[in-house]
């Protein structure tokens, strides 16, 4: 376990060097992550959230740990043993990282060099535990003097790969082209958002506020690693069934009329009630009018985004050029993108849940069609079309909680992106729906706020929430899991009054 922790140790500072993606548990992580059934990636997401990627990395470290003990009990009886299990973890972790999008040879390189080190600590380790021995078969665990030396180093050994691997790890996650963000000046825009009504927030509290906090805005996707794109070497390809094919870089993007819109996102994993979903200020360029540039030709029904870690997704043509704010998104809540939301370029489509439209990290665009291609969802299993459906959510109270007779704020959010939330009702066990006050919205491409004034009697109570769209059309009471276009039902909390 000692010569395992060297080996990730010393891989961990080097891929900070060859790029986050060449560390051993990152890359075996990201093969684990294309390969696994989207049964699997749902539970996750189910059991784990945004935490998903830190508990893949978690178990990961916790295999190779398991693995490391049983390699460790039979390099006793045989150097050679120990010898080819750490060659192995080093063969799998360099073969995993050469094979991912985008990688090169030097990707290897983390988990070759990681891989000499740890069998040169295990030869060591093995060396101190045989040395001295008076008899044959004897071990320095014979020897109480000879134990404690050996388990000094065997001990300092796992303590130098531990915090050379957490220290690699936290050096790979703070080296995100911050100095290169920091330098990026957003253009002022051509179509400024809206100013925000006094009534868009209700200020209740536990209740979601209408502008997400970057720091807690929702990030579900593929990479264990944000992708670190140097925005000076950025460039956006834009080709197949196109009459006019174009290449951008980061400069001429910026250099085009902008607009900037409030966009709510939610991903097709939220499970009713669920937190899957944040809402913020985008500054971008229309993708419409960079499709109109290059002219999709006849049949070109589905654009291909695809981002430097190679996630593709595929969105309807036509929806991008229906008049709705659909960009290529630079700049989040009046800064530059965060990295771990995709900087320097990511798209932004209202109405669609992300997986279909919400290209992080962006490196490509291909025109093709839906019957030519299929896109890294849907190949496991996911609807080709995905449009937001209506929902809503209590956030206070909070399922559980217990509250004293009398007026009780019942508050939540409610979503029909695209088609705008007209009426919100809630219920009362079994009573009659009551109308909910709902607050302002700056379109119909963002969430809602809404409350109620609930006179709350003594007893356990439980508390259901509707929404209905503006074309008329209430969200079904029928409850469906996400797979495979996203979760249905009326959320509904318990309350207790006393």
Known sequence: ?????????????????????????????????????????????????????????????????????????????????????????????????VTRHGASWVYALPSVIGALAGMGVLTVLRGRLVAGAGRVGATAADDPAGRRRFLQFAGGALGVGLVAGVGGRWLAARRNLSVARAAVTLPVPASPAVALPAAVDFRVRDLAPFVTDVRDFYRIDTALSAPEVDPASWRLRIHGRVRNPLTLTYQQLLARPMIERYITLACVSNEVGGNLISNARWLGVPIKDLLDEVE????????????????????PTALLRDGRDAMLAVGMNGQPLPVAHGFPVRMVVPGLYGYVSATKWLAEWELSSFKDFDA?????????????????????????????????????????????????????????????????????????????????????????????????????????????????????VEVTVA
């Open 376 to 492: 890294y969802w849907v190949r496991r299993g996911w609807a080709r079309q995905a449009p937001i459906k209506t929902e809503s959510r209590i956030d206070t109270p909070l399922d559980g909680a217990t509250r004293k007779p009398g007026p009780v704020v019942v508050a939540g959010v409610a979503w029909a992106q695209h088609r705008g939330v007209g009426k919100v009702e809630v219920r009362v066990d079994d009573g009659p729906w009551r109308e909910a006050s709902l607050g302002a919205v700056p379109s119909i491409d963002t969430w809602r706020q809404w409350n109620w004034q609930w006179d709350a009697k003594p007893g356990r109570h439980r508390l259901w929430v509707r929404a209905t769209d503006n074309g008329g059309q209430t969200q079904p009471e029928d409850e469906a899991s996400p797979a495979p276009d996203g979760a249905t039902g009326w959320h509904n």
């Open 296 to 315: 999709p030709l006849d049949g070109a029904d589905q654009l291909v985004s695809r981002s430097v870690d190679g996630f593709t997704a595929g969105t």
């Open 1 to 97: 376990m000692a010569a395992a922790a060297v080996a990730l140790g010393v891989a961990e500072p080097l891929a900070v060097l060859t790029g986050a993606r060449s560390a051993p548990l990152v890359a075996v992580g990201g093969v684990v992550v294309d390969t696994v059934p989207a049964s699997v990636k749902e539970f996750a997401v189910r059991a784990f959230y945004t935490h998903d990627k830190l508990a893949l990395l978690v178990g990961t470290g916790l295999l190779v740990a398991v693995f490391a003990a049983v390699v460790g009990i039979l390099v006793v009886r045989r150097l050679r043993y120990g010898l080819a299990g750490v060659a192995l973890l080093g063969v799998v972790g360099a073969v995993a990282a």
